[in-house]
């Protein structure tokens, strides 16, 4: 059975940094990108940033470009989002996932506030 479980989301004030991880498990994981998502209060899903399954090429949206780094640990099935100089516009449910299979965890809260 396939697991994304994500973890490290929270309260940050702005300009803070903050570190989600998400653990896999039920699937090999090393063979598989991975990606973040998420979803602000009243918008659609957003396309945060994917790593391959080396780790070795990474990709960003505009808005997350210099502010976040995706990373991955194979030996650990974990992958990573490193989110610093955090804007309150980030507040959003952050999801992990595994897209070629259409995987999605349960997601974990972020909220950027003074």
């Known amino acids: 059975q396939v697991q994304l479980v994500e973890s490290g989301g929270g309260l940050v004030q702005p300009g803070g940094s903050l570190r989600l991880s998400c653990a896999a498990s039920?699937?090999?994981?090393?063979?598989?990108?991975m990606s973040w998502f998420r979803r602000a209060p009243g918008k659609g899903r957003e396309f945060v940033a994917q790593?391959?399954?080396?780790?070795?090429?990474?990709k960003y949206a505009d808005s997350s470009k210099g502010r976040f780094t995706i990373s991955r640990d194979n030996t650990k099935n974990t992958v990573y989002l490193q989110m610093n100089s955090r804007k309150p516009e980030d507040t959003a449910v952050y999801y992990c996932?595994?897209?070629?299979?259409?995987?999605w965890g349960q997601g974990t809260q972020v909220t950027v506030s003074s």
């Open positions: 790593i391959t399954g080396s780790g070795l090429q990474t």
């Open positions: 996932s595994q897209p070629s299979a259409n995987y």
């Open positions: 039920g699937f090999t994981f090393g063979n598989f990108f």
